[in-house]
């Protein structure tokens, strides 16, 4: 039986976010390593005031426009991404002509299927990831290092939500063009990729939806522009500066000051 949250309860979005990973771990979508880097990144999202950031907002603009761009953009999509986010991510990938690929670091073939399975729930109709994975990507010697020789392998893009470094890392130097969820903006992932979006992944894949319908109307030079104009180091450095100073705030409160 779930938890009933009432929708007055101060923590409601975040105990319903709880409560989806837990049903996600029970049909094993998510791992147990899985909920353990859910709570780290939400003590991140309390100073961030769980809410998008104009630092947020900036780098989702910058992600839309490369998708945009893209000759062959591809979602990468693991058991929390799915249990968080999976209707959003279909939306996406539609609205983008992206790609989507199940990628797993607790790989198994049973865990690949389910996650697939919600995808196609939610509308997909193309899920790569789910054979055998033929190609594998320079430097990684864990399963992260496996892909599909149709999705990520190939892809100029890549966008990664709730990623971890060392592939991260290894995407970049194929050259690809990477684009992190990710709230903690001192992490490897965060401080390697190209366009970080220092956020939760509830709030900025719907955003980042709503932002490729919206500049896909636009000229194409504009939409370059956005995308050629972005940097990583200022917007991450933008996120810390918010988070430090939220952080003065609430001391200043709770001395009394």
């Known amino acids: ?64 426009s490369s998708l945009i761009l893209a000759s062959y953009p591809v979602i990468s999509v693991n058991g929390n991404s799915a249990a968080l986010a999976a209707r959003e991510l279909v939306q996406l990938a539609s609205t983008s002509d992206a790609k989507l690929e199940v990628n797993l670091f607790h790989r198994t073939e049973k865990r690949m299927v389910k996650v697939a399975k919600l995808l196609r729930e939610y509308g997909a109709t193309e899920v790569l990831g789910l054979h055998y994975l033929r190609a594998t990507i320079p430097g990684l010697d864990s ?10 392998f190939v892809a100029d893009v890549v966008l990664v939500p709730l990623e971890d470094g060392d592939r991260t890392v290894a995407l970049r130097r194929l050259g690809k063009k990477v684009i992190a969820v990710d709230l903690n ?19 900025a894949v719907p955003r980042l939806v709503s ?24 917007t991450l450095a ?20």
């Not at 992260?144 to 020789?149: K, Q, S, V």
């Not at 903006?185 to 709030?203: E, F, H, K, Y």
């Not at 109307?217 to 990583?232: C, F, G, P, Q, T």
């Open 1 to 64: 039986m779930s938890l009933q949250i009432p929708p007055t309860h101060p923590r409601a979005v975040s105990l319903r976010i709880r409560q989806t990973l837990i049903e996600g771990w029970k049909r094993d979508v998510v791992t147990e390593a899985g909920l353990i880097a859910h709570g780290r990144g939400e003590a991140f999202d309390y100073l961030l005031g769980e809410s998008t950031t104009p630092p947020a907002a900036n780098a989702i603009e910058a992600a839309a």
């Open 143 to 152: 399963p992260r290092g496996w892909a599909d020789p149709n999705g990520i």
């Open 185 to 203: 903006p001192l992490s490897r992932t965060s401080q390697a990729a190209s366009i970080t979006i220092v956020d939760n992944i509830v709030r």
């Open 211 to 234: 932002e490729v319908k919206r500049l896909k109307k636009k000229d194409a030079k504009a939409v370059r522009r956005l995308s050629e104009s972005y940097d990583n180091r200022k």
């Open 238 to 257: 933008a996120s810390i500066r918010l988070m430090l100073g939220r952080l003065r705030q609430l001391s200043e409160t709770s001395s009394g000051e």
